[in-house]
């Protein structure tokens, strides 16, 4: 049984063989030292050769290529075997869990466990302060009323002060902030010639004193 093999990466070529091993937790990882191939030192002497001799070697490298495969797993297996005992140095295992994981980011090592099985007391009440902090805003946000002096039944709804840009209601018939005629709704309002009565858009004559409104 090989051990430490659970969440890694085959980095190995025809050249030579190289994994790389991470944290169950984190994913940091570690690279173990590459590993040369004999076979693939041998294809890559016949490479050049056959580059200086008008490529004749180069079917040898093939077949060299293909020796590599067929004899590849035994070479492999021992090195990765000796990645994983390499790896191991820079990894911790979790009695608890079996996870193994990085003793610098993961590790608690006054529990002798992993953080998931024994969360760092500091690190977890910060966690948990924030995530509270981070709730709270969000329920104080959600409880303020943003849109009580918005006018949802207005079709012309939210318009800009044409002097200083601040929002105005379209009702609203001067900007608060500098004073400027909002021309929405002084256009919307209109009133009657004879008897000042306020007139609904479209009306052509006023309901209070008949008169035309032209």
């Known amino acids: 049984m090989i051990q430490f093999v659970a969440n890694h990466e085959d980095l190995?070529?025809?050249?030579?063989?190289?994994?790389?091993?991470?944290?169950d937790k984190c994913g940091n990882g570690h690279m173990s030292r590459f590993k040369p191939s004999a076979m693939g030192i041998a294809g890559s002497l016949l490479s050049a050769a056959g580059s200086l001799f008008g490529g004749i070697f180069h079917q040898v490298e093939d077949a060299t290529y293909q020796m590599q495969r067929a004899v590849g797993g035994k070479?492999?297996?021992?090195?990765?075997?000796?990645?994983?005992?390499?790896?191991?140095?820079?990894f911790?295992?979790?009695?608890?869990?079996?996870?193994?994981?990085?003793?610098?980011?993961?590790?608690?090592?006054?529990?002798g466990l992993c953080e998931d099985c024994a969360p760092d007391e500091q690190e977890e009440l910060a966690a948990q302060k924030a995530q509270a902090t981070r709730e709270q805003i969000q329920e104080k946000t959600r409880s303020q009323d943003y849109t009580r002096d918005l006018d949802f039944k207005s079709k012309a709804g939210i318009v800009q002060c044409a002097n200083c840009s601040?929002?105005?209601?379209?009702?609203?018939k001067f900007c608060p902030e500098c004073g400027t005629t909002n021309a929405a709704a002084q256009?919307?309002?209109?009133?009657?010639?004879?008897?000042?009565?306020?007139?609904?858009?479209?009306?052509?004559?006023?309901?209070?004193?008949g008169a035309s409104q032209g």
């Open 12 to 23: 190995s070529t025809d050249k030579g063989f190289q994994f790389k091993f991470y944290c």
């Open 75 to 90: 070479a492999h297996d021992s090195a990765m075997e000796e990645a994983v005992a390499e790896g191991k140095k820079h």
């Open 92 to 111: 911790k295992q979790c009695t608890r869990c079996g996870h193994w994981v990085c003793p610098d980011v993961c590790w608690n090592h006054s529990a």
């Open 187 to 209: 256009q919307k309002e209109k009133f009657c010639g004879s008897c000042g009565e306020k007139m609904k858009p479209g009306q052509r004559f006023c309901a209070e004193c």
């Open 166 to 172: 601040t929002k105005l209601a379209a009702s609203q």
